[in-house]
């Protein structure tokens, strides 16, 4: 059965410093990857997905992941953050194509 | 532009109360689904349509029921509400559930059960 880690829950970084959320997957079969990230009282909307083709995805906002099969991992980078960025990010996982699973969250906190 | 709308925002039920919250969606979209957010355990998945007359169990349907009847309204009904479904309520609509077509999300019902 599919299923994500996000090892942090909390990663504090201050303004203008990169960052890394680390997500896992595990699956027995290929799988379509997603962060997405949830701005306080909002639902979620989407930063970059993998389906298929290069490994490094860019998304919105100056994101963007790499997709690493050896590793099953997908982890979110951005080089240098901005105070806006403060939310709470979520990686997904999807194996066929009516569910999506999520990881449990990384609230990214940038102080100035 | 709605996009995809949630009612109502905030709710407070004691437990064995019913209620439905609901969702409508401007997009024309065939899939529809239901997500509750919960501290330390991210969305899980109650319930999904891939189109009218359409429905299906995620990962954590006990206690939630759903009907379609229509392709712009995805209501989620608690029968007998428990403080268990204590949570934040994500209705999400996308053109066809599949990989390709990303999930659009409402804002959110926050749902206390005492």
């Known amino acids: 059965a599919q299923s994500v880690t996000q090892l942090d829950s909390q990663v504090p970084v201050f303004e203008e410093a990169p960052v890394e959320l680390r997500c896992n997957y595990s699956s027995s079969v290929s799988v379509y990857l997603f962060w997405y990230v949830q701005y306080p009282n909002q639902g979620l909307q989407l930063l970059l997905k993998y389906l298929s083709g290069s490994t490094l995805v860019k998304g919105i906002n100056g994101f963007e992941a790499e997709f690493n099969k050896s590793q099953t991992s997908f982890h979110l980078r951005k080089p240098s953050v901005h105070i806006s960025d403060t939310a709470e990010y979520f990686c997904?996982?999807?194996?066929?194509?009516?569910?999506?699973?999520f990881g449990t969250g990384t609230r990214l906190q940038v102080f100035p | 532009n709605a996009g995809v709308t949630q009612t109502p925002k905030f709710q407070v039920l004691k437990t064995g109360q019913s209620m439905t919250l609901q969702c409508a969606q401007d997009m024309n979209h065939e899939y529809m689904s239901w997500y509750r957010q919960d501290p330390g355990m991210g969305l899980r998945l109650i319930h999904y349509?891939?189109?009218?007359?359409?429905?299906d169990q995620g990962e954590v349907p006990n206690g939630y029921n759903v009907s379609r009847s229509t392709t712009e309204d995805f209501p989620l009904r608690l029968l007998s509400a428990a403080p268990s479904q204590t949570s934040v309520y994500f209705c999400a609509s996308s053109t066809s559930g599949t990989p390709n077509s990303p999930l659009h999300f409402g804002n959110g019902t926050r749902l206390t059960v005492t």
């Open positions: 997904a996982v999807s194996e066929d194509t009516d569910k999506l699973i």
């Open positions: 349509s891939v189109g009218a007359g359409i429905t």
